[in-house]
């Protein structure tokens, strides 16, 4: 029998103690080799002890083979070919590793694209909040900025001041969503056995990318309303 770490560590040995030690599994076997841990099932579950073993007596449910997959059709007839010449009786069935190893994570790739969706779909709402809201300040503001072009401020100056409320509120909002988000995704991570620990940088990137967002979308009202003729917002109606 081989056994995995864990499983020695559960019998109180050492690896190098365990080696001809006798060990009763269905039947005596004996320890011949230790492996390093691995994992035998989703992430979402700690390692456990494993053993390799080759008792004859035991019932074998599934054979593992290794193929080239450039002949995987070919492959596979000649599997069903043997299967059915050693259990006729028996119905041929297979899968694919690397299937049954995706299908150990289906719940997090279908989060991950309503995640994605929501996610899109609440940048574009927010985009045209934003949008409409730039709209109505420059309106609300005109006079103003007739007035300050009037006596000289730039153009940049003028977006600069209509950006600077905007940016304002998008700090507000990261100030109130980042420890959301932070508690969400450590609740989330926690659910798996093996993890990685949440780093500061995420946040920063998405900071970084919401400010830019932001002002982009504002930017196009901002210089807008900044090269509008101050003549036609001071007239008095």
């Not at 076997?29 to 390093?36: H, K, L, P, R, S």
């Not at 093996?194 to 932001?214: P, R």
Request: net charge positive; proline share 3%; charged share 15%.
């Amino acid at each position: 029998m081989v056994l995995n770490r864990k499983a020695v560590e559960y019998l109180g040995y050492s690896p190098e103690e365990s080696i001809g030690k006798k060990v009763h599994i269905s039947v005596p076997n004996t320890i011949v080799g230790v492996v390093d841990d691995f994992n035998f099932a989703s992430l979402h579950e700690p390692i456990g002890a494993y053993a390799f073993h080759n008792n004859t007596g035991e019932g074998k449910s599934f054979a593992l083979v290794r193929y080239n997959t450039a002949g995987k059709s070919s492959t596979i007839n000649q599997l069903e070919t043997v299967f059915k010449a050693v259990a006729p009786s028996a119905a041929f069935s297979y899968s694919f590793l690397d299937n049954n190893l995706q299908n150990l994570y289906v719940r997090e790739k279908r989060a991950v694209k309503v995640g994605v969706i929501f996610s899109v779909l609440a940048i574009f709402i927010a985009c045209l909040g934003l949008f409409g809201l730039a709209a109505f300040v420059g309106e609300q503001r005109k006079k103003e900025i007739g007035i300050r072009k009037v006596l000289g401020a730039s153009i940049v100056g003028i977006a600069q001041m209509l950006s600077k409320d905007f940016v304002k509120l998008v700090f507000i909002a990261m100030l109130i969503a980042f420890p959301i988000a932070y508690w969400l995704m450590d609740r989330w991570l926690s659910n798996f056995a093996f993890h990685i620990d949440m780093s500061y940088s995420v946040f920063v990137i998405a900071g970084i990318s919401s400010l830019i967002i932001a002002l982009v979308t504002v930017s196009f009202q901002s210089v807008r309303s900044a090269l509008s003729n101050p003549v036609k917002s001071l007239r008095t109606e």
